[in-house]
């Protein structure tokens, strides 16, 4: 059974910095290209970050672009998102999802993680 | 950057037919993929490439896409069917992976 699981997520002062970790299992991770996606609690849904299998290609949306690095392990079938001069704004759920291929351009997501609650006070 | 604009909702009596629309330039020249979100749970992909079904996902919900328009349609639709529904596209001229804004659909 694949199962993602997030953590880190906290409630972190306007400048702060934050770690979020992914962990995978139920499937061969180092397969697989994964995302980051967040949502505003009650509003849509946004991307944050695609990493490769391999973690030789990422992308970043641009709202967090510049702040945000997105890393892998897949010896430990772990995923990361390191955070930095958060705003308010970024204050959301943030879910890891698996994508269906290896590449970072599939994104097709076709599990999730339960989400791990960032809060950025003012 | 590219757009994806859905209804903010869409109401339809149990048993009838639901259409949720995805509006974007030239869409249909691409892959589009939809998810289903019930409040309190991580989103659910309902099709993938348009119109593939995963696995468990019922017959009654489909997609087509074609033109500026993508549309997933939920016949004899349930109670059960009560959720968010997203559409989203991979941008290849931007490398960004876009969503829609969310359309609720409410069962009357």
């Known amino acids: 059974e694949v199962q993602l699981v997030e953590s880190g997520g906290a409630v972190v002062q306007r400048g702060g910095s934050l770690r979020l970790s992914c962990a995978a299992s139920g499937f061969t991770f180092n397969r697989y290209a994964m995302h980051w996606v967040r949502q505003v609690p009650g509003k849509g849904l946004e991307w944050v970050s695609v990493i490769s299998w391999d973690g030789g290609r990422i992308n970043y949306a641009d709202s967090v672009k510049g702040r945000v690095i997105l890393s892998r392990d897949n010896s430990k079938n772990s995923l990361y998102l390191q955070m930095s001069s958060l705003r308010p704004e970024d204050t959301a759920f943030y879910y890891c999802?698996?994508?269906?291929?290896?590449?970072?351009?599939?994104?097709?997501?076709?599990?999730w993680g339960r989400g791990t609650l960032v809060t950025v006070s003012a | 950057s590219y757009v994806l604009t859905q209804p903010p909702s869409v109401s339809v009596a149990p048993g009838k037919t639901a259409r949720i629309t995805c509006g974007g330039d030239n869409i249909g020249s691409g892959s589009v993929h939809w998810y289903q979100q019930k409040p309190g749970q991580a989103p659910v992909l309902v099709i993938s490439?348009?119109?593939d079904r995963p696995s468990g996902i019922p017959e009654r919900i489909s997609g087509s896409n074609s033109g500026d328009t993508a549309t997933l349609t939920i016949s004899r639709v349930e109670a059960g069917d009560e959720a968010d529904y997203y559409c989203?596209?991979?941008?290849?001229?931007?490398?960004?992976?876009?969503f829609g804004g969310g359309t609720k659909l409410t069962v009357l």
């Open positions: 999802a698996k994508d269906s291929g290896p590449t970072a351009d599939a994104g097709v997501f076709e599990f």
């Open positions: 989203q596209v991979w941008d290849s001229t931007t490398d960004h992976l876009v």
């Open positions: 490439y348009d119109s």
